[in-house]
């Protein structure tokens, strides 16, 4: 059996990254012959929780209730995990590569001394396990064997596309109450503030972005590139060096401390490409590069380049975007 760690939103839907990780789930599946998934969620889910794991082919929804989960403490969920584990005999435990996806996960791993994958993009083998991960922040590609059981890991974000089961039948719920050791508590969270407004919605799903890094020059070269975004109907995404200089805002990053984008094509315009800004962006099925360098990383990675000024190569695009339009 597989265990997924699903992580919820403010309204108590499954956040993205974790449907992602039940679809990567459903794919092992498959390969094992078709062994069931089980979801371990924290507080007693809603029905409309229950319903949309069970589209994903969950089968058993675990729900871990009590004081002790009333807040995140890492350690604490991993015991709740492990005993979901322990109890189904499960060959596999896993969880989205977000930051507690990849603390709990770590916990369960060490409990279990097993080695633990993080960032996982894909599996190659069953016999041996095999998986291939993210490193070095999305620059490099690293194969490792988890020969161990339970195989513990973590999915990249993006790594696969959330998609429901074909045919999927009702979830059960099976509440949980786990005795947890009072030293499984003292790191935890105990107080919580409203975040500020999440505005990069519209970068993240954006099938088009249209990059932009220090060679726009200043905060008002961007014309061209506004122009160019509207034309793809596409969004915006910078670089961490923009954002630093002021010339955009903090919402539109694309990178490790920023957003982590999948685009059918990007566009990346005087951006050098390094490995901070390639993690947030090598997931992209095609990247189309502009620069005047014809050595910089970024190009070097991209799919297609344009060695030139984007402020001449940039404009010429939109013209003749605009002429075929017009005819």
């Not at 229950?50 to 015991?79: C, I, K, M, N, P």
């Not at 955009?248 to 990178?255: A, F, K, L």
Request: negative net charge; proline residues 5%.
């Amino acid at each position: 059996m597989i265990v997924v760690l699903v992580e919820t939103d403010l309204s108590g839907a499954a956040v993205e990254v974790s449907r992602e990780a039940v679809t990567f789930a459903r794919s092992l599946s498959d390969a094992g012959g078709g062994v069931p998934i089980d979801a371990v969620v924290v507080g007693e889910p809603s029905a409309a929780l229950v319903d949309q794991l069970a589209a994903y082919g969950v089968r058993d929804v675990h729900a871990l209730t009590g004081e002790a989960f009333d807040s995140f403490a890492g350690a604490a969920w991993a015991s709740g995990v492990l005993g979901v584990r322990t109890a189904k005999n499960a060959v596999v435990v896993m969880a989205a590569g977000t930051p507690r996806g990849n603390e709990v996960m770590a916990h369960v791993a060490a409990r279990a001394g097993v080695a633990m994958a993080a960032n996982v993009l894909s599996f190659s083998g069953l016999s041996p396990f095999t998986v291939t991960r993210q490193v070095v922040g999305g620059a490099a590609l690293e194969e490792m064997r988890l020969a161990d059981r339970p195989a513990v890991f973590t999915v990249a974000g993006h790594a696969v596309e959330a998609a429901p089961a074909a045919a999927a039948g009702g979830a059960h719920v099976v509440v949980e109450r786990p005795d947890v050791d009072p030293a499984d508590l003292v790191a935890r969270v105990v107080s919580t503030q409203a975040p500020e407004p999440d505005l990069s919605g519209s970068l993240k799903s954006a099938k088009v972005v249209v990059g932009a890094g220090r060679g726009a020059g200043s905060a008002d070269g961007f014309a061209d590139l506004l122009e160019l975004t509207e034309l793809l109907d596409g969004s915006l995404g910078v670089s961490r060096v923009v954002t630093s200089l002021g010339w955009r805002p903090h919402h539109e990053q694309v990178g490790q401390t920023g957003s982590r984008i999948s685009p059918d094509l990007y566009i990346p315009c005087g951006i050098s490409g390094a490995i901070q800004h390639w993690a947030g962006c090598s997931s992209a099925k095609a990247i189309l590069a502009i620069n005047t360098d014809a050595e910089a990383p970024m190009v070097t990675k991209a799919t297609y380049a344009v060695i030139g000024d984007l402020h001449e190569v940039v404009p010429a695009i939109n013209a003749e975007i605009r002429r075929r339009r017009a005819g």
